[in-house]
């Protein structure tokens, strides 16, 4: 998930969001430093689940941290790596980062896209987008005007949604893995 930048006033936000109408599609690659605090629904269907995802955008690094859990995913899309951090045992997993290539802060990615109208969400004002996902399944995605993710609804269910975002520097300290955490081969 992608997700981010210094508070718009509301005005200048909807300004951008209708210069980002004009667009092929959103931008799905966050322009700005962000921490955003999502919640999912369960892969089981009961309940809601929390994560946090902070990105920095000089060096395209992404850090998600899943609830109540010891593990924490970092993806470098410079280095087109995905490591995931396990604070219990002190290891650490590197594999290629999932998906193709990364599109860029302020370019549309490749596919099909139709604007559906606007929303706001956590406060923040989007754009809601049609499209598939990489298995074709349809849903709609509502994104601001600087690439962050706010909410996405499959068959008319919100599956997931913004709850805070917060526009500020992520400093490097939350992107390194420890280098004394073992080495181990990905889980299959």
Same mark, same amino acid.
């Given at each position: 998930? !992608? +997700?981010? *930048? *210094?508070?718009?006033?509301?005005? *200048?936000?909807?300004?951008?969001?209708?210069?980002?109408?004009? +667009?092929?599609?959103?931008? /799905?690659?966050?322009?700005? %430093?962000?921490?955003? &605090?999502?919640? @999912?629904? &369960?892969?089981?269907? !009961?309940?809601?689940?929390?994560?946090?995802?902070?990105?920095?955008? +000089? #060096?395209? $690094?992404? $850090?998600?941290?899943?609830?109540?859990?010891?593990?924490? @995913?970092?993806? #470098?899309? $410079?280095?087109?790596?995905?490591?995931?951090?396990?604070?219990?045992?002190?290891?650490?997993?590197?594999?290629? +980062?999932?998906?193709?290539?990364? #599109? @860029?802060?302020?370019?549309?990615?490749?596919? *099909?896209?139709?604007r559906l109208g606007t929303a706001i969400v956590a406060g923040q004002f989007c754009t809601n987008? $049609?499209? !598939? %996902?990489?298995?074709?399944?349809?849903? %709609?995605?509502?994104?601001?005007?600087?690439?962050?993710?706010?909410?996405? @609804?499959?068959?008319?269910?919100?599956? /997931? &949604?913004?709850? #805070?975002?917060d526009r500020i520097a992520q400093p490097d300290s939350l992107f390194v893995v420890p280098e004394?955490?073992?080495?181990?081969a990905p889980a299959r």
């Amino acid at each position: 998930m !992608a +997700a981010l *930048s *210094s508070p718009f006033c509301l005005g *200048s936000t909807a300004v951008r969001a209708e210069e980002s109408a004009s +667009a092929a599609g959103p931008y /799905v690659t966050p322009s700005v %430093d962000v921490f955003v &605090r999502y919640e @999912m629904v &369960r892969p089981d269907g !009961a309940g809601l689940v929390h994560q946090d995802m902070h990105w920095q955008v +000089a #060096s395209l $690094r992404q $850090r998600i941290d899943p609830e109540n859990s010891a593990v924490y @995913m970092l993806t #470098s899309w $410079r280095d087109h790596t995905l490591t995931v951090v396990d604070t219990l045992s002190h290891r650490r997993s590197v594999m290629p +980062a999932p998906g193709g290539a990364l #599109s @860029m802060p302020g370019q549309v990615p490749s596919g *099909s896209f139709q604007r559906l109208g606007t929303a706001i969400v956590a406060g923040q004002f989007c754009t809601n987008w $049609r499209t !598939a %996902d990489a298995d074709g399944r349809s849903g %709609d995605a509502c994104y601001t005007q600087d690439g962050i993710l706010m909410q996405v @609804m499959q068959k008319g269910q919100v599956v /997931v &949604r913004a709850v #805070s975002v917060d526009r500020i520097a992520q400093p490097d300290s939350l992107f390194v893995v420890p280098e004394t955490y073992k080495l181990v081969a990905p889980a299959r």
